[in-house]
């Protein structure tokens, strides 16, 4: 029968897995075989069925195989074996016991009574068949392994002396022995003498050295907060394995705990690299690089995440970063497909309103805003943009109303007091109502400049200007560079009748907003009316605000001119020091020194040894370069505006200027800015100024133009550094 039996098995495994065999002969065995035992071809089907993945179809063929040979111990075995993967333990265990009963010499059987009745929670008699199995077959290591790990479970040390015991009978599973003891410890929280047991059995046999047992390890070591420990073993994981997504996204975690951002970023970029849209890895590394200010960086790892169309608070940091890199239509279209997604989801349709509001689509940010603002009535910023929006449009009735619902929620929200009251104030609307909005901001929040420049424009549009110049001035002392209040307080002292004031004021919101227009237009009718004799004083007082507070220079420069004919380009290092150390060095190729002008409280020092090898006259350099430094330390000191008086002159023909005792000053700019700057003590020598930039409101040239007797040159600051005193509103306001 053998012969035909395995002819058989080998035909059905050949059809099971596309083969093909000899037709003729397998057919004959199978046929006789078939012809022997009626339960053949259920238990060939049965094989079929296994081999396919069907575990309930190979189920019912033993079945129907057991009810013609309902005497066959591996019948009955394969039919448990199978009932347990078909999570039918009731069955399995009726099958193993019929087995025990078939063949009670049979160890595989009770290993398996055993094996079933532990799996359905039955420790006592799952027990009783391991010691039955060790009794038939005393080598059996899986009985032995699998009565050790019931044992551990009440008696750790019950559990390794057991092992101890079988090790001695059976020396040759000394690796395996070690393997299961190390597993042990693990339960019993030894995790030292497991790492032992575990590299012991690798050492013995490689092939024990898996990753089941180096998971549990690294997993013991980390619910005991032995994160480095941990660490350890996930490395040898890497190692043996290879990389994977997830051990790497781990250890980046574990690193992080340490502390360790370097090596956990390194993790995370590498869980990256091997899965672009793995979203734990993509999650960590975006907000790394929002972290570092690195938005693209951000953007681009969001946008490769796995999670970027599951979870919709990813869309909002994605529309953030891109923000944040000034492509706002780029921020709407990754809003407008989260909102696509979650039409519902409240946060989404808020931030897709104001980016829609940002690209001028009001219309469709007003009825998202209202959608946002139906469906969660409480939601206080979608109410307050709504009704900034509609103020914006003039919408003023809609808007008020939609301020008036905030304060009956919250009488104290200071910003929406604020913007209700200053925006019916600027409209000389209800302006009682105004005022008390406006106040009880500033009652809430004394120190915010907006909102007592609220409450200042309030009175301003009442007519009180004693009220109004006095809150005006303390908003302007709060925020010292916003042009609006400035001009607020201008028009202000202007209400009151005091001119020179009010032309300061003005002067200051012009130079503000200098940036964007240039010319005195705003402040030209209070200049009207005042005095040639008051405007130079007063000119003086305001330059030396807007132009003047540099307390250092320091960068790089390029320097080129003409002396007696020639001409000379070079780099250049400046450096001011206020208030009076100032120096200019021309350097050559790879910073060779060329010629160093230092000037201080000692006066004018040159070291100039390389001027003659390149073709210039050190004597009319020198002289050249003091007068030029003189009118440069001048200007940067604020020397210029501090002299005793100065005149103020309009000529027609020319710039107006400052002319003083020391120096002289033109004006560009329609008058807001010092452009030239002369002094007789150094008579024909005119320093002008040029390509002003603005630095928290404050104007400094970048460009330094120098011409005189026999000479010209030209100062333009590439690459500086510039600090200024802090800016006061005391210098301009009375």
């Excluded at 690193?255 to 672009?276: I, K, Q, T, V, Y």
């Amino acid at each position: 029968m053998k012969p035909l039996k395995r002819a058989a098995v080998l035909a059905a495994l050949a059809l099971a897995l596309g083969l093909w065999a000899p037709r003729a002969a397998l057919a004959q065995d199978a046929a006789a075989a078939s012809a022997r035992n009626p339960g053949l071809d259920f238990y060939l089907k049965a094989l079929l069925l296994e081999n396919r993945g069907d575990s309930a179809g190979a189920l019912k063929a033993y079945r129907a195989a057991l009810e013609r040979d309902p005497d066959s111990a591996y019948l009955l075995r394969q039919a448990a074996r199978e009932a347990l993967n078909s999570n039918d333990a009731a069955e399995a265990g009726d099958w193993a016991r019929r087995a025990v009963a078939a063949d009670s010499s049979d160890a595989k059987s009770y290993l398996l009574l055993g094996q079933v009745a532990w799996s359905a929670g039955e420790k006592d008699a799952a027990l009783s068949a391991f010691e039955r199995t060790l009794e038939l077959n005393p080598a059996s290591a899986d009985a032995a392994f699998s009565e050790a790990e019931i044992l551990a479970v009440d008696s750790p040390a019950r559990a390794l002396g057991f092992l101890e015991a079988f090790l001695t009978r059976n020396p040759a599973e000394a690796s395996a022995v070690r393997y299961e003891r190390a597993k042990i410890e693990i339960m019993a929280g030894d995790l030292d003498r497991a790492r032992g047991e575990l590299e012991s059995a690798a050492s013995m046999d490689p092939e024990l050295d898996t990753l089941e047992g180096r998971y549990a390890l690294a997993q013991a070591y980390e619910v005991r907060a032995d994160t480095a420990s941990a660490l350890a073993q996930y490395r040898v994981i890497l190692d043996q394995a290879g990389p994977s997504a997830p051990l790497l996204d781990h250890m980046g975690d574990l690193l992080l705990e340490e502390n360790d951002g370097r090596a956990a970023r390194a993790r995370f970029l590498a869980a990256h690299e091997l899965s672009p849209s793995d979203a734990e890895a993509d999650d960590y590394l975006a907000a790394d690089a929002e972290g570092r200010g690195d938005f693209p960086a951000a953007a681009a790892f969001i946008s490769s995440s796995a999670a970027l169309g599951q979870d919709p608070a990813l869309s909002l940091r994605l529309s953030y970063d891109l923000t944040q890199m000034d492509q706002t239509p780029a921020a709407v279209r990754a809003l407008e497909r989260a909102h696509a997604l979650w039409p519902d989801n409240i946060e989404v349709s808020y931030f897709l309103a104001l980016g829609r509001r940002d690209l001028g689509q009001n219309a469709a940010a007003e009825a998202l805003l209202r959608s946002v603002v139906k469906a969660r009535p409480d939601f206080r910023d979608a109410r307050y943009q709504l009704g900034s929006l509609l103020e914006s449009e003039d919408r003023m009735a809609e808007s008020e109303k939609e301020f008036d619902a905030l304060l009956a929620r919250d009488p104290n929200d200071a910003a929406a007091l604020n913007y209700l009251g200053y925006s019916l104030a600027d409209r000389g609307l209800q302006l009682a109502k105004a005022e008390s909005l406006a106040g009880r901001a500033v009652k809430l929040d004394p120190n915010n400049g907006a909102y007592v420049d609220s409450l200042g424009w309030a009175y301003f549009k009442e007519g009180r200007s004693t009220e109004a110049v006095s809150e005006l001035a303390r908003a302007v002392s709060l925020i010292p560079d916003d042009e609006t209040i400035w001009k607020h307080l201008g028009e202000a002292y202007a209400q009151k009748g005091d001119w020179p004031a009010s032309w300061k004021a003005l002067m200051r919101s012009a130079s503000l907003a200098a940036p964007k227009f240039s010319g005195d237009s705003l402040a030209r009718p209070a200049r009207k009316r005042l005095l040639a004799a008051q405007l130079g004083p007063l000119y003086l007082k305001y330059l030396a605000a807007a132009q003047g507070g540099v307390e250092r220079v320091s960068g790089l420069c390029a320097v080129r001119g003409k002396v007696l004919g020639r001409t000379f380009s070079f780099s250049g290092l400046i450096s001011f020091r206020g208030p009076g150390d100032l120096d200019l060095e021309w350097t050559g190729p790879l910073f060779t020194p060329i010629a160093d002008f230092r000037l201080d409280e000692k006066g004018l020092r040159v070291s100039a040894g390389a001027l003659e090898a390149a073709g210039l006259d050190p004597a009319a350099v020198k002289a050249a370069a003091g007068a030029a430094l003189e009118l440069l330390r001048g200007y940067l000191s604020g020397a210029v505006y501090a002299q005793s008086s100065a005149r103020y002159a309009d000529p027609w023909f020319s710039k107006s200027r400052l002319e003083g005792p020391d120096w002289t000053l033109a004006l560009g700019r329609g008058g807001l800015f010092v452009s030239e700057v002369r002094s007789p003590r150094w008579p024909g020598v005119v320093l002008r100024l040029r390509r002003f930039s603005f630095q928290n409101g404050r104007a400094l040239p970048r460009e330094f133009v120098f011409s005189g007797r026999g000479f010209a040159m030209d100062v333009v600051l590439t690459q500086v550094h510039v600090r200024f005193s802090p800016l006061s509103a005391a210098a301009l306001v009375p």
